[in-house]
């Protein structure tokens, strides 16, 4: 929940430059002039993905999970689908195509936007304490955004999810996936994993919609505050991308500080709430 709520604060501000606007609260209108506490395609496919984990991973299940939401508008409060990024609209019609979907996503140096970083948590609460949950992370990564660097990301974001399912706080759970990812990962994490971002300035800060800006953008959000509103608020107002920096920040606040923590008013603003939390529910079970 702190993911998608994170997800529909940012929508409205989506592609408006840093410091043009000031985030507060929910809001309605902007690009893609969505009424107020309306969530996009970043929850849309996270709640998809949610849904589809049973007790084994299924991967050809969650791709038709993809399908019925890209064809049908599941998993949106309105059945209306809008924000779909070009990588991942792609790899959903390879899914629908008949192409199974670990081989449907694109592999290519240029297809590494964030479409998989932002539905990636549910993995981390589903496989807390399992064996193969990074080889069940470049599964679902895979599905949409299959180069190194991309599912590199959802790994090192999954891995710090879990650190905070087990109680480690904020720059624990960042030093940690700094120690151990040092190695092995693309050459492009190695500023991430230096662990600068706990003194890097805002302007420092990229927010686009390239995966590795979204987890830095991220993860220094959740550094530089010390509560869910604080933390995704931040992460709106770096501007760009702001529906998926907020999504993907508001569900590492949203398991540092909890379901409590998110400003009950933004709750009841939310579109498809029950709908939500009916799933999130689920996955916790």
């Known amino acids: 929940m702190g ?8 929508v409205p501000y989506e592609f408006r430059q840093r410091d043009s606007f000031k985030a507060i609260g929910m809001t309605s209108g902007g690009y893609h002039n969505q009424p107020l506490g309306t969530w996009s395609d970043d929850s849309a496919l996270l709640l998809a993905l949610a849904d ?32 779909i990024g070009a990588t991942t609209n792609t790899a959903i019609y390879n899914i629908a195509n008949g192409i199974y979907p670990t081989d449907a996503g694109l592999k290519g140096v240029h297809n590494n936007g964030n479409g998989a ?31 190194k660097l991309s599912i ?18 904020a720059i624990e759970a960042y030093r940690d996936v ?5 190695r092995g990962c693309d ?32 993860v220094w959000s959740l550094l530089h505050n010390d509560n869910y509103k604080d933390t ?23 398991i ?9 008013l933004w709750l009841k603003q939310l579109r498809g709430r029950d709908q939500a939390e009916a799933i999130a529910r689920k996955l916790c079970q």
């Open 178 to 182: 700094c120690l151990r990812f040092k």
């Open 117 to 147: 970083l932002m539905r990636i948590l549910p993995v981390a609460i589903k496989y807390i304490d399992d064996d193969f949950r990074e080889e069940n992370v470049e599964a679902v990564a895979s599905m949409t955004h299959g180069h």
């Open 232 to 254: 995704v608020l931040a992460a709106v107002n770096l501007g760009d991308d702001t529906d998926t920096t907020a999504c993907v920040a508001g569900g590492l606040a949203g």
């Open 152 to 169: 590199d990301c959802c790994k090192i974001y999954v891995e710090m999810a879990v650190d905070l399912l087990h109680g480690m706080n």
């Open 187 to 218: 050459r492009k994490l190695k500023r991430f994993l230096s662990g600068k971002l706990l003194t890097a300035r805002r302007d420092q800060i990229d927010s686009s919609g390239y995966d590795l800006s979204t987890l830095e953008a991220t």
């Open 52 to 83: 589809g984990l049973g007790q084994d991973m299924n991967i050809q299940e969650i791709g038709n999970l993809f399908v019925k939401w890209r064809m049908s508008g599941a998993y949106t409060p309105d059945g209306v689908v809008f924000d």
């Open 3 to 10: 993911a998608v709520i994170g997800n529909a604060l940012g």
């Open 256 to 264: 540092l500080y909890g379901y409590d923590a998110i400003p009950e």
